[in-house]
């Protein structure tokens, strides 16, 4: 990167509108916003790891203070250049003002970081966006049709096993599309991709004695920048094309990306956390105080963003729209979503002004919109949250599946809910399926290798005495705790998973699966891998072909689950005929074929869906949660068995010619802790 020349640079007002940079043929444009600095000044760099600039210019509050924005044009400079920002005023933590002059501090709208952020050697750097998408064509992939995979870049790729010619990278995730593609995958969901204070933590893994990290990225630093820490190419700004590059061939298969973005709160944390960016620019416009100037956290993390603020409302959506015009992103899913419903009092809000902005935005009318709708601070919204527009991650349906296939009493009705949709928690508002994204598991708490191996959480090696993460996850470990080579375990465990992955990819609403549960991954008990950037919470690709019975059934049941139009339905079952003199959408059973009771204390359940709403195809699904096996008594027809989640490989889901047929009231035995899936017999079966 060479050296700046001072000589040739000179400094201008700038336009205040948008803040961040821009470039221009004869320089660049800055623009900070900051009501209450008293003096701003704008930092070059030669170098990320230079501790002290090569120049610095004081903006002059009579020609480049423009309201609360301070904005200035420096011509000369070119894209690449290096910079940072400090700040003077007010130094009074009580009432919320936290500057500090010695501080440089991160720009808010840096569109890239460069250097090393762990040694406090980074920079922000001025970005071109030239970037050509005459190429790229948005898949666009219906709701109803959509299959989600969530993964944390890194960690679909680091491990040694991968096979890729780049571990942790976005190009890595570029040579594992064909594997997605073929799995059955529409949408690749990502754990943060923002900027974030990766840093070494200040404590290490008592097992092992190595150091730990946030390995999650739930802790930005700069929301408009990919990060740099899953770069190949080590030239600053790198992560900019390779980021695109993912993009483009993650669409060129026909392919989504989704998001996972975090505008809760910051890596500054509480009060004894460092002044990086928002603190030391205009602490109390960003973040929620208490009266005395301390920090109201709704986020768990020390800090919460003020959402509320306008000014802080125009940042988010500028950066949504930044990531859908200039990297053509598909959708995000927004972390602790509820805190963007809380006004500047931390008070949640029906109809908040920026989750409107955000449905409303013209700009993000073809994305998908997906919260996590609920905070640590009580703001719990799933089935209120955003309207039509917004789905949600599901909870519910999590916590209820689980319950039902451990065996729980009174499990029965919830679970029937859940796998229908949730109407419960959406038809009242006129929303639908399509607003639950129904997960078993997911980044946060057990795989689904570990839901059915582990009863108690085995946080150990995060340092924390195993304090930390959930303590109820309905999980039960099939009779050992943990490893084991005992066959009969084993087996029980592989039929616990089968019986999960198919309830997934059965029900109403989308579904969205933890990636590596297809092959049974697993963290060793860890439901808080948040800090593991290791091989507990990398993707161990052996286990592909280890557990290659259970990839394939799980890519079968995704195969069943579009090949059965009525798993896609955009509309709640009724229960009633849906033409005059016709049988019902949908019906439950008993055991016993009687008309379903709901009685706590009777686990068995089966439906009925009409085949008028599959393509003249009826289905009938039996569920037996139990430890003992029950005969269970079937409708009038002929059928075949689609799926038996009981059965080895490659019985267990045949193709359709080699089915089992059963005639028209003949009792079933179905296996303990399994289920079945009938079709009628047809041509279009």
Known sequence: MPALD????????????????????AGIRFALVSRHARKVW??????????????????????????????VFVTGLRPGALYMFRCDGPREPEKGHRFDP???????????????????????????????????ERPCVPISETVIYEAHLRGFTAHTSSGVSQPGTYRALIEKIPYLKEF??????????????EVTL?????????????????????WFAPSARFVSDQTPGAQIEEFREMVVALHRAGMELILDVVFNHTVEGNERGPALSFRGIDNSLYYLLDPKGGYRDFSGCGNTVCCGHPVVADLIVDCLRYWVNTFHVDGFRVDLA????????GHLISNAPLIERITEDPLMRGVKLIAEAWDVGGGYQVGSFGGERWAEWNDRYRDDVRKFWRGDAGAKSAFALRITGSPDLYQWGGRGPANTINLIACHDGFTLRDLVSYNEKHNEANGEENRDGLNENYSWNCGVEGETKDRTVLSLRLRMQKN??????????????????????????????????????????????????????????????????????????????????????????????????????????????NGSENNGVALYLLFNPMMTPLRFMIPPDTWRVRINTSLNAPRDIPPLDQCTVVI??????????????????????
């Open 6 to 25: 001072v000589s040739q640079l000179t400094l201008l007002p700038g336009r205040p509108f948008p803040p961040g940079t821009v470039v221009r043929d």
């Open 42 to 71: 704008l930092s070059l760099f030669n170098a990320p790891e230079d501790e002290y600039p090569a120049v610095e210019y004081a903006f002059d509050p009579r020609q480049h203070r423009f309201g609360d924005v301070w904005s």
């Open 102 to 136: 010695n501080r440089y501090l991160f720009d808010p709208c840096a569109k890239a970081i460069v250097g090393d952020l762990d040694a406090q050697r980074a920079k922000c750097m001025v970005v071109h966006e030239t970037l050509n998408w005459f190429d790229d």
């Open 184 to 197: 059955g995958v529409t949408s690749v969901e990502l754990l943060p991709l923002q900027e974030c204070g």
């Open 202 to 222: 200040k404590r290490r893994n008592p097992e092992t004695n190595q150091p730990l990290h946030n390995y999650w990225g739930y802790h930005p630093l700069a």
């Open 338 to 345: 509820s805190v963007l419903s809380r006004d500047r009092k």
């Open 500 to 609: 999960y992955l198919t309830t997934l990819f059965l029900s109403l609403g989308v579904p969205m699966l933890l990636g590596g549960d297809e092959f049974g991954r697993t963290q060793r008990g860890n439901n808080n891998a948040y800090c593991q950037d290791n091989e507990i919470s990398w993707f161990d690709w052996t286990l592909l072909e280890t557990n290659r019975d259970l990839h394939r059934f799980c890519q079968e049941v995704i195969c069943f689950r579009k090949a059965n139009p009525v798993f896609a339905r955009m509309t709640y079952f009724t229960g009633q005929p849906t033409e005059a003199g016709k049988k019902p959408d949908l019906l439950w059973f008993d055991a016993a074929g009687a008309s379903q009771t709901w009685l706590a204390s009777d686990l068995a359940l089966a439906c009925w869906i």
């Open 664 to 685: 028209q009231d003949t009792p079933l035995s179905l296996a303990a802790k399994s289920m079945m899936v009938l079709s009628s017999v047809s041509t279009k079966g």
